[in-house]
Antibody, heavy 119, light 108 residues
């Protein structure tokens, strides 16, 4: 059974760095073809893809946010970590992690974690 | 980046109605398109991938079609549990992934 769960702070201040952790089970990121991605959704708005890391430790980022994002993995812990620097109130959103087999689609999602950026 | 434009952004329909949602890509994406359903407070759920392949467990009243730049999601007979927001997503430019703006389906 595949599950993913996001964890991290519910509230961050402007200019701070956000660190989110995705802990998953039921698959391994050392398996060829396996990838995990982060997606966010501001309240009442559409989904926005942020970053992806694959089994080979290749990393890919949204063009508009790549200067602020870092994605990494700890295969032994079944975790993927996303950091986003210089947080702003417009970054307030629910952040999801999701599994995406290579060249495929988001087939399993976490429940999401709401991050509010406010002083 | 490839842009996806969904229409309509909102539609009001009744149980039993046939519903069609369109997703247009800013450039050709072959059949590299998926559709997701999202209910309030929940994560999106994959419905259709590769433009027309039904994900396992998804009711057959859902269908997808199209290729290139124009795609459609059809619900043949709208059920109460289908009232939700629907998103298209492309991965032709993988891993540069993009989502459409969403279509909210509400009860008339």
């Amino acid at each position: 059974q595949v599950t993913l769960r996001e964890s991290g702070p519910a509230l961050v201040k402007p200019t701070q760095t956000l660190t989110l952790t995705c802990t998953f089970s039921g698959f391994s990121l050392s398996t060829s073809g396996m990838c995990v991605s982060w997606i966010r959704q501001p309240p009442g708005k559409a989904l926005e893809w942020l970053a992806l890391i694959d089994w080979d430790d290749d990393k890919y980022y949204s063009t508009s946010l790549k200067t602020r994002l870092t994605i990494s993995k700890d295969t032994s812990k079944n975790q993927v970590v996303l950091t986003m620097t210089n947080m702003d109130p417009v970054d307030t959103a629910t952040y999801y992690c999701a599994r995406i087999p290579h060249d495929s689609y988001f087939d399993y999602w976490g429940q999401g974690t709401l991050v509010t950026v406010s002083s | 980046d490839i842009q996806l434009t969904q229409s309509p952004s909102f539609l009001s329909a009744s149980v039993g109605d046939r519903v069609t949602i369109t997703c247009r890509a800013s450039q050709g994406i072959s059949s590299y398109l998926a559709w997701y359903q999202q209910k309030p407070g929940k994560a999106p759920k994959l419905l259709i991938y590769a433009a027309s392949t039904l994900q396992s467990g998804v009711p057959s009243r859902f269908s997808g079609s199209g290729s290139g730049t124009e795609f459609t999601l059809t619900i043949s007979s709208l059920q109460p549990e289908d009232f939700a927001t629907y998103y298209c997503q492309q991965l032709n430019s993988y891993p540069g992934i993009t989502f459409g703006g969403g279509t909210k389906v509400e009860i008339k």
